[in-house]
């Protein structure tokens, strides 16, 4: 399984398959060919449908300028006969508008992509040699190891020194957010709300809904400023990047973790994600939201029962949990934009995290249920979904709402 790095990625919104990953795959592409008259950059499918709100021309748009080279972006709206959902196409012409080459490259999730069937990592190989989540626990039983040691065993000491730049950029992105006030980039018009939450008079609220409305504005702030392009932690994706800096900020705040603490969260929470990229998705485009925002609130689950100092087991089962009852979420953003339903979700989907370690801190011992299985079932879902609750703009939502 991959580095923790590679799930971790600051980089700019609002979505790590639609602008991240194309922003590598062009900037990749002009390493490769960096004296040509004239780039075109086809987006297929996801890419396409949902580019506009996505901000994926803008984005590559701005890496030709970067480099005062000349492109332009076309959208490819075809579904059918795509290998990934989110492909683009790059070709380099010279100055007779004859073509030098060309590259196809899939956009995975997280800021990932793929060139010719072969991810492009700046890692030669993957760091853990484990395939799956069980593999994980009984490496930990054998040798009586927490998982926080685990990453410490096969990461080195890099790790401490790169989850705290990702914590102090998550931190980053809150405090933007909570202090940014007007409306969204886009067609929907949408006024931020972080803000609001967060300033909310509290004569009337109980100590639970102080707690819980407090949770919303940081998911909110972290949200907003990634559907306005700022600058946010894939975790594991810009999409559902608000989740896990909400649990990990309020817990901290709540309870006086150290720095040192939330970082040893990270840890257990990458656990989770690179165990889904390795079985599973975390691309709503290619298993819907669940992929996202459910690996999120699975992910936060974990983080939050290791911090209240659960088990092993306990730990999986709260993100068994968490993933299970997102099993099925669609991906249906309103115009294309990661706004509607997509900013709301992020604040729900952090209460749940507590709901989740909640349930299992009491009934673990009676599941049935493991956290591979349920990784195993939300990506045969996916593969299942219609394409059009697959991150298109084409059902749900994005269909009953008009823009």
């Known amino acids: 399984m991959e580095s923790l790095i590679h799930l971790y990625k600051i980089g700019r919104g609002p ?19 960096p004296d040509a008259n004239y780039y075109e950059i086809t987006l297929y499918g996801s890419l396409a449908l949902t580019g506009e709100g996505h901000l ?13 080279l000349n492109g332009d972006i076309v959208f490819n709206y ?3 006969g795509l290998t990934h959902p989110n492909t683009l196409k790059i070709t380099a ?19 990932n992509i793929i060139e010719d069937g072969i991810e492009l990592n700046p ?3 993957d760091v853990y040699p ?6 994980i626990k009984q490496y930990c039983r054998d040798r009586k190891l927490s998982l926080v040691d685990v990453v410490n065993k096969f990461e080195g000491e890099y790790i401490n020194e790169y989850l705290s730049l990702i914590y102090q950029t998550m931190k980053q992105s809150i405090e933007r957010g909570l202090n940014t006030s007007g409306y969204l980039p886009g067609r929907l018009q949408l006024q931020r709300k972080a803000a609001t939450l967060y300033n909310a008079p509290k004569c009337k609220e109980s100590s639970l809904e102080t707690k819980r409305r407090l ?9 907003e400023e990634n559907a306005s392009g700022g600058e946010v932690v894939t975790a594991p994706t810009c999409g559902s990047a608000g989740i896990l800096p909400a649990v990990l900020l309020h817990e901290q705040l709540s309870n006086n973790f150290s720095d040192e603490q939330i970082v040893d969260a990270l840890k257990v929470a990458g656990l ?12 709503g485009a290619e298993a819907g939201c669940q992929a996202e925002c459910g690996v999120a609130c699975a992910m936060a689950a974990a983080a939050l029962a290791y911090l209240n100092d659960l088990s092993l087991d306990e730990i999986e089962y709260a993100a068994e949990v968490a993933l299970e009852h997102h099993l099925g979420l669609t991906c249906d953003p309103v115009g294309g934009y990661v706004q509607i339903p997509c900013i709301e979700r992020n604040a729900v989907c952090a209460t749940r995290a507590f709901d989740a370690v909640l349930i299992a801190r009491h009934l673990t011992s009676n599941r049935r249920v493991s956290l591979d299985d349920i990784i195993a079932t939300m990506y045969a879902t996916g593969q299942d979904m219609n394409p059009h609750y697959r991150e298109t703009s084409l059902g749900g939502m994005a269909k009953v709402i008009k823009v």
């Open 15 to 33: 979505s790590s398959s639609h602008t991240m990953g194309p922003i590598a795959a062009l900037e990749t592409f002009i390493s490769k060919c």
């Open 93 to 111: 012409f010279d100055e007779d508008k004859m073509e030098i080459t060309s590259s196809t490259y899939f956009s995975i999730g997280g800021g």
């Open 215 to 223: 949770i919303f504005a940081c998911a909110y702030a972290v949200a």
């Open 130 to 135: 484990f395939e799956n989540f069980e593999h």
């Open 272 to 283: 989770i994600g690179v165990t889904v990229k390795q079985n599973g998705s975390i691309s």
């Open 123 to 125: 890692l030669e190989d």
């Open 78 to 80: 075809d579904l059918f």
């Open 56 to 68: 994926t021309n803008v984005a590559l748009l701005d890496v030709l300028n970067e480099h005062n």
